[in-house]
């Protein structure tokens, strides 16, 4: 951990500095292909902002996407052992009566507790800001399940066979939103933003202050959710 | 427990490769290749190294997210999948021929989708 704390502030003191003498960089960088060869970089940090105002009670077409997408497609014998990647959420101010929809997925926290608590390495930050499971080396042990005050993560309790080649998931691995890294390495939107039919959902930059996701931030009033946790959410709530 | 499967691959595959010693009555993995001579390296080279080379760029992807290279596991499936079957597992199919002829247990295929151009569909809400 205080390695790749290490490793990040030297990559992020390197990226200063090519800030510094190219301002422009950022925004070729933003919503085009990663040149073939090249790791994602500390420059950028993806992100999403949910209008709330707009997320339509009932509508569940950012969930379908996302299954369909990522294929999540296996008939679980228990409920509760259903994949978790996005789901919608109904609150009410019970005070006022005020009433919300939303969508609840990975926060992809810039602190996120999953990686502190993984003891293999396997749940992971990615430099973009990306938080992944490295199926690889996952043991399966589901600490990381218990550390997300999100529940944004599940357990995939059986054999898989028909996942998207681009999505590997499979048995005795924690899974969770990969804010569909596989689509953003190739310069597109994650599945659930291009599905809302209301769009309401914004994916971008964080870090390029030319990017519509991080004007809007500046400019309006936005939410973490939980933010008296102090873990830097990269999904963020408008109208909550 | 890696580095046993790499020494005991090392020792065996050079041995199928010369395999005409063996003589007759030596049963031998059928490895039949759909799309052949598009390798990203020679037989030999690959026959000995193909594991390193998926898992160096198994870390270099999922870790750093490096895309685009030629050791991909898909770029493999692409060429290597059985023609009746479009997969790569399977008796008589690329990966699973000379794995278990071998002896060596592959688990990419818990998590990866062994078909090549497969569609996956949704059924969540
Ligand atoms: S929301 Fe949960 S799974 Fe996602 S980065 Fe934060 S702690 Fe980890
Ligand atoms: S379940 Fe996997 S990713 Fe989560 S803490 Fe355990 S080893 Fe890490």
Known sequence: MSNNDRRGFLAASAGLGLV?????????????????????????????????????????????????????????????????????????????????????????????????????????????????????????????????PYKARSFVHQPLTQQNPEVPRGLGCVESCTLCVHRVDKGQKPACVEACPEGAMLFGDLEDPNSDIARRIAQTATTQVRADLKLNTGVRYQGI | MRRAVTLFLLGVLPWLTFSAWAGDGVPKPTIVIANEGKCIAPTEEMRRNHMDMLKHQRDETMRKGVRGKPASLNGCIECHAGKSTGSVIGKDHFCESCHSYAAVKLDCWDCHQPKAGFKAAGVKP
Request: hydrophobic share 35%; aromatic share 2%; net charge positive.
């Open chain 1, 20 to 148: 510094a003498i190219a301002p422009g960089v950022h925004l070729m960088q933003v919503a085009q292909a990663r040149p073939a060869g090249e790791p994602a970089s500390k420059l950028q940090r993806w992100g999403m902002l949910v209008d709330t105002t707009k997320c339509a009670s009932g509508c569940t077409a950012c969930v379908s996407a996302c299954a369909t997408e990522n294929g999540i497609n296996e008939q679980v014998a228990d409920p509760r052992q259903a994949a978790q990647w996005i789901r919608k959420i109904d609150i009410k101010d019970p005070k006022n009566g005020r009433q919300h929809s939303l969508p609840m997925m990975c926060q992809h926290c810039a602190e996120p507790p999953c990686v502190d608590v993984c003891p293999t390495g396997a749940s992971m930050k990615r430099a973009d800001g990306i938080v992944l499971v490295d199926r690889h080396i996952c043991i399966g042990c589901r600490y990381c399940m218990m550390a997300c």
